[in-house]
């Protein structure tokens, strides 16, 4: 008999996602779960269905960049797969950007937003990302108040119609400097008829189809470092429909996100205008930054959800040794660990999801503003660690077929990989989380947080659980106070995981109760005891490392 494996299925990705439909019913008003519903159910069934069937079809199709037309003009054009231009038109019919804008559920839509992205993401290979640039260009168009470029920009970005859409692109990084912006050498210079144009390269410039872009440069005479770039906006193209001072060198050939056209490129004289002052663009880019890192931290959820979703359905399927891989109790503790750290991961995002919502409604009291600056880089550094472990494990559940490419499954953990990357690496987060909480009323208001979910919690067990998650945020506030600079940054990643996962541990606790209250149901509750069971406090108890010594062998 010949060996044949059977592929994994996967159908409605709302009616099958249990821990999504028990957050839903706990957190929103009867009234806005119900409004949603429908555009939920909508959007599951295509991500479990036709755009899931899309993507495994459309699996070999990458960008491809054209410089030169036929004739000797320099074109630079760029297409993009067919399952890209299809998923640009969903994100728009669907209001993936536009709904946080119309709010029509007021402080809840937020919530309603990234439910509907966290559907779309796993099914669209990586189109998150210049989504996740737009909502953040649009974010900071508004927090900035310019009213030129919100009347000129805003509509596009926040369309519906997709013959009106635009999407944004964020250029930010050069060879000079990746994480360290600062050094960013591009310069912009007033020209005859006082335009400013930028001149520059640019080393990652990801979605560079956009109709726009945010960058930065140096305005010519400000001073070296970061406080002296300032924040453009530029349009990709010019009236004529030609390039806007802008040359593509090449698409980059990456590991992962390979859908995504990232590109090599130079600004030769192109015009931009100023968002917000000509200086401090860093401090100004910061509302960009802080959707972009959400809107990452919803993408690793959804991918660990769509791993574990597969491997679960192969589970049933596979047959090995006698029996279903699922009735194996080795294999089912494999996928529960799985689980566990989803969940948790889970209601950790949408923690934060929620402060954004009540901040931009004007619901936020001033020091969950602190909290919020400390939570978004942590959620962000923390999920994304977890989304590619938990990738890298799930593959592993398939054997040799999640090896191979053409099962469509290695996209998963090539394209998670990118997510402790991709706007912050986790040590750039970590030491940003440190100075976040040494700044204003943050870490008390993490630490009231954290008295409050211990206090929702009746539970013996979770109540126990709950208790521990506060002693080690207390350990590691306690921690990062008394240390000295090089310890305090030698343990910041610890540090952040610390907070990360102590926090998850007690939402995950806290929405257990809730689901013992009502259902019954035991598996929310059997997650935070796995979660916890894998540690969530990084720093207590350990003697000092030598750290050089072990790093570079010395």
Same mark, same amino acid.
């Not at 796993?122 to 210049?130: G, K, L, R």
């Not at 919502?357 to 004007?362: I, Y």
């Given at each position: 008999?010949?060996?044949?494996?059977?592929?994994? @299925?996967?159908?409605?990705?709302?009616?099958?996602?249990?821990?999504?439909?028990?957050?839903?019913?706990? +957190?929103?008003?009867?009234?806005?779960?119900?409004?949603?519903?429908?555009?939920?159910?909508?959007?599951?069934?295509?991500?479990?269905?036709?755009?899931?069937?899309?993507?495994?079809?459309?699996?070999?199709?990458?960008?491809?960049?054209?410089? %030169?037309?036929? %004739?000797g003009?320099?074109?630079?054009?760029?297409?993009?797969?067919?399952? %890209?231009?299809?998923?640009e038109?969903?994100?728009?019919?669907?209001?993936?950007?536009?709904?946080?804008?119309?709010?029509?559920?007021?402080?809840?839509?937020?919530v309603?937003?990234?439910? #509907?992205?966290?559907?779309?993401t796993?099914?669209?290979?990586?189109?998150?990302?210049?989504?996740?640039?737009?909502?953040?260009?649009?974010?900071?168009?508004?927090?900035?108040?310019?009213?030129?470029?919100?009347?000129?920009?805003?509509?596009?970005?926040?369309?519906r119609?997709?013959?009106?859409?635009?999407?944004?692109?964020? %250029?930010?990084?050069?060879?000079?400097?990746?994480?360290? /912006?600062?050094?960013?050498?591009?310069?912009a210079?007033?020209?005859?008829?006082?335009?400013?144009?930028?001149?520059?390269?640019?080393?990652?410039?990801?979605?560079?189809?956009?109709?726009?872009?945010?960058?930065?440069?140096?305005?010519?005479?400000?001073?070296?470092?970061?406080?002296?770039?300032a924040?453009?906006?530029?349009?990709?193209?010019?009236?004529?429909?030609?390039?806007?001072?802008?040359?593509?060198?090449?698409?980059?050939?990456?590991?992962?996100?390979?859908?995504?056209?990232?590109?090599?490129?130079?600004?030769?004289?192109?015009?931009?205008?100023?968002? +917000?002052?000509?200086?401090?663009?860093?401090?100004?880019?910061?509302?960009?930054?802080?959707?972009?890192?959400?809107?990452? *931290?919803?993408?690793?959820?959804?991918?660990?959800?769509r791993?574990?979703?597969?491997?679960?359905?192969?589970?049933?399927?596979?047959?090995?040794?006698?029996?279903?891989?699922a009735?194996?109790? #080795?294999?089912q503790?494999?996928?529960?660990?799985?689980?566990?750290? $989803?969940?948790?991961?889970?209601?950790?995002?949408?923690?934060?999801?929620?402060?954004?919502g009540?901040e931009?409604?004007?619901?936020?009291?001033?020091?969950?503003?602190?909290?919020?600056?400390?939570?978004?880089?942590?959620?962000?550094?923390?999920?994304?660690?977890?989304?590619?472990?938990v990738?890298?494990?799930?593959?592993?559940?398939?054997?040799?077929?999640?090896?191979?490419?053409?099962?469509?499954?290695?996209?998963? #953990?090539?394209?998670?990989q /990118?997510?402790?990357?991709?706007?912050?690496?986790?040590?750039?987060?970590?030491?940003?989380?440190?100075?976040?909480?040494?700044?204003? +009323?943050?870490?008390?208001?993490l630490?009231?947080?954290?008295?409050?979910?211990s206090?929702?919690?009746?539970?013996? @067990?979770?109540?126990?659980?709950?208790?521990? *998650?506060?002693?080690?945020?207390?350990? *590691?506030?306690?921690?990062?106070?008394?240390?000295?600079?090089d310890?305090?940054?030698?343990?910041?990643?610890?540090?952040?995981?610390?907070?990360?996962?102590?926090?998850?541990?007690?939402?995950?606790?806290?929405?257990?109760?809730?689901?013992?209250?009502?259902?019954?149901?035991?598996?929310?509750?059997?997650?935070?005891?796995?979660?916890a +069971?894998?540690?969530?406090?990084?720093?207590?108890?350990?003697?000092? $490392?030598?750290? @050089?010594?072990?790093?570079?062998?010395?």
């Amino acid at each position: 008999m010949p060996f044949n494996q059977p592929a994994p @299925r996967i159908g409605n990705q709302y009616s099958e996602d249990r821990v999504l439909r028990e957050y839903l019913g706990r +957190a929103l008003p009867a009234e806005v779960r119900e409004a949603i519903q429908s555009g939920l159910q909508e959007m599951g069934e295509l991500a479990g269905g036709p755009l899931y069937a899309f993507q495994l079809a459309d699996r070999a199709s990458e960008p491809t960049h054209t410089p %030169w037309d036929a %004739w000797g003009n320099r074109v630079d054009r760029i297409e993009v797969s067919p399952l %890209w231009r299809a998923a640009e038109q969903l994100a728009a019919r669907s209001g993936l950007i536009a709904i946080p804008y119309e709010r029509a559920h007021g402080h809840w839509s937020r919530v309603h937003q990234f439910a #509907l992205v966290y559907l779309f993401t796993p099914s669209t290979d990586v189109y998150n990302c210049p989504l996740a640039m737009t909502d953040g260009a649009a974010r900071t168009l508004t927090h900035h108040r310019n009213s030129a470029l919100i009347e000129r920009a805003l509509p596009h970005l926040t369309a519906r119609d997709p013959a009106r859409f635009w999407t944004s692109g964020q %250029w930010m990084t050069e060879a000079t400097g990746g994480s360290d /912006v600062g050094l960013s050498e591009t310069v912009a210079r007033r020209d005859a008829d006082g335009r400013w144009r930028l001149h520059g390269r640019k080393w990652f410039t990801s979605a560079v189809t956009s109709q726009m872009a945010l960058t930065l440069a140096r305005p010519e005479g400000n001073p070296a470092g970061g406080k002296g770039l300032a924040l453009f906006y530029l349009e990709t193209r010019d009236e004529s429909g030609g390039l806007n001072g802008i040359l593509v060198h090449r698409l980059k050939d990456k590991l992962g996100t390979r859908k995504v056209p990232t590109a090599e490129l130079t600004l030769d004289g192109a015009v931009a205008m100023p968002v +917000a002052g000509l200086a401090e663009g860093i401090k100004n880019i910061a509302p960009m930054l802080n959707i972009t890192r959400t809107w990452n *931290a919803i993408s690793s959820i959804a991918y660990m959800r769509r791993a574990i979703a597969l491997a679960r359905d192969y589970a049933r399927r596979r047959h090995a040794f006698g029996a279903p891989l699922a009735d194996k109790p #080795l294999h089912q503790d494999t996928l529960a660990g799985l689980q566990a750290e $989803f969940e948790a991961a889970f209601h950790l995002v949408f923690h934060l999801v929620e402060l954004i919502g009540r901040e931009e409604a004007g619901a936020l009291p001033p020091a969950q503003h602190d909290l919020l600056r400390l939570l978004t880089p942590v959620v962000k550094l923390t999920t994304g660690k977890q989304a590619v472990a938990v990738c890298s494990e799930a593959l592993e559940c398939f054997g040799g077929a999640g090896y191979v490419e053409d099962t469509g499954l290695p996209a998963l #953990l090539r394209d998670a990989q /990118v997510l402790s990357i991709w706007e912050g690496t986790t040590n750039v987060l970590a030491l940003e989380t440190q100075r976040a909480a040494a700044a204003g +009323a943050a870490t008390q208001a993490l630490t009231e947080l954290l008295g409050e979910l211990s206090a929702s919690v009746q539970e013996a @067990r979770l109540a126990a659980l709950a208790a521990a *998650a506060r002693q080690a945020v207390y350990r *590691a506030c306690s921690w990062l106070e008394s240390a000295k600079a090089d310890a305090a940054e030698e343990g910041a990643r610890r540090y952040a995981l610390t907070i990360g996962r102590s926090l998850a541990l007690a939402l995950l606790a806290r929405h257990a109760q809730w689901v013992l209250a009502g259902s019954g149901d035991q598996r929310p509750l059997a997650a935070a005891l796995r979660f916890a +069971a894998h540690g969530v406090d990084l720093l207590g108890g350990e003697a000092p $490392f030598a750290s @050089r010594a072990l790093a570079m062998d010395e």
